[in-house]
């Protein structure tokens, strides 16, 4: 019997499949996963190398709309601005200006994160192993796991990281995928092993679910019902 055929079945521990016509169930985003590995939700990739990416990403992230960082990184690349050896004051009076009557939140804070970064850019080694290549990024200034995990996960369609943000996690608590006392501030790497397994257990790629995963929820993430998902299975 298929997998599909059995809605209460344990994929993962605290995890049931759920059915395909329940919106956030892991059927649910096994489907969606599968779109976004044939283009549905658009590529990834956000620069045309990894220093456009690490300074899309940076620029990006918690608390900026997605839309005011993609606008913040693209004025930046067409003003020639991405390099190593630019000055934090020059970044931060580009970021400074209006995006269309609104304003970019901390310019300065992340005109210097960006400066610094770059700087460094040269000296970082690209390592082979997706996990070693995203903690030494990592260690640059002002990126996380998370924003690390996101320019590894864009610049080489990885499934050995996840770009765990307020989105994917809220999805994967609804599922029982992360515990409420799990904080990707402390436990990034293991909600991360539980999301890789997740996307194993579905047969898709890590990518592509992560992917699926945010263009859904932020389209349509405030339908999502506070009570546990496998608590309306039947």
Same mark, same amino acid.
């Given at each position: 019997?298929?997998?599909?055929?059995?809605?209460?079945?344990?994929?993962?521990?605290?995890?049931?499949?759920?059915?395909?016509?329940?919106?956030?169930?892991?059927?649910?985003?096994?489907?969606?996963?599968? +779109?976004?590995?044939?283009?549905?939700?658009?590529?990834?990739?956000?620069?045309?190398? #990894?220093?456009?990416?690490?300074?899309?990403? #940076?620029?990006?992230?918690?608390?900026?709309?997605?839309?005011?960082?993609?606008?913040?990184?693209?004025?930046?690349?067409?003003? +020639?601005?991405?390099?190593?050896?630019?000055?934090?004051?020059? #970044?931060?009076?580009?970021?400074?200006?209006?995006?269309?009557?609104?304003?970019?939140?901390?310019?300065?804070?992340? +005109?210097?994160?960006?400066?610094?970064?770059?700087?460094?850019?040269?000296?970082?080694?690209?390592?082979?192993?997706?996990?070693?290549?995203?903690?030494?990024?990592?260690?640059?200034?002002?990126?996380?796991?998370?924003?690390?995990?996101?320019?590894?996960?864009?610049?080489?369609?990885?499934?050995?990281?996840?770009? #765990?943000?307020?989105?994917?996690?809220? +999805?994967?608590?609804?599922?029982?995928?992360?515990?409420?006392?799990?904080?990707?501030?402390?436990?990034?790497?293991?909600?991360?092993?539980?999301?890789?397994?997740?996307?194993?257990?579905?047969?898709?790629?890590?990518?592509?679910?992560?992917?699926?995963?945010?263009?859904?929820?932020?389209?349509?993430?405030?339908?999502?019902?506070?009570?546990?998902?496998?608590?309306?299975?039947?």
């Amino acid at each position: 019997m298929e997998i599909q055929s059995k809605p209460k079945l344990e994929i993962m521990p605290g995890v049931q499949f759920g059915r395909v016509d329940d919106v956030f169930s892991p059927a649910f985003w096994g489907e969606m996963a599968k +779109a976004a590995q044939h283009g549905a939700f658009g590529g990834i990739q956000l620069g045309s190398d #990894l220093c456009e990416e690490i300074a899309a990403c #940076l620029l990006g992230g918690y608390g900026m709309p997605a839309e005011m960082g993609l606008a913040a990184f693209n004025r930046l690349k067409e003003r +020639a601005l991405l390099y190593s050896g630019v000055m934090a004051i020059t #970044l931060e009076t580009a970021l400074s200006e209006p995006f269309n009557g609104r304003k970019y939140r901390f310019p300065r804070q992340k +005109a210097r994160f960006l400066a610094a970064s770059l700087d460094r850019l040269p000296r970082l080694q690209e390592s082979q192993c997706d996990l070693t290549f995203r903690d030494d990024l990592a260690t640059l200034p002002g990126v996380g796991l998370k924003t690390a995990s996101w320019v590894v996960r864009n610049r080489r369609y990885s499934d050995h990281v996840a770009v #765990l943000d307020v989105h994917i996690i809220r +999805a994967g608590r609804y599922i029982g995928l992360f515990t409420p006392s799990m904080d990707p501030s402390r436990h990034y790497r293991i909600m991360e092993d539980r999301f890789i397994s997740l996307a194993r257990a579905l047969g898709v790629r890590a990518a592509d679910l992560d992917s699926a995963m945010w263009q859904v929820m932020r389209s349509i993430g405030y339908l999502l019902p506070g009570t546990p998902y496998r608590k309306h299975l039947v």
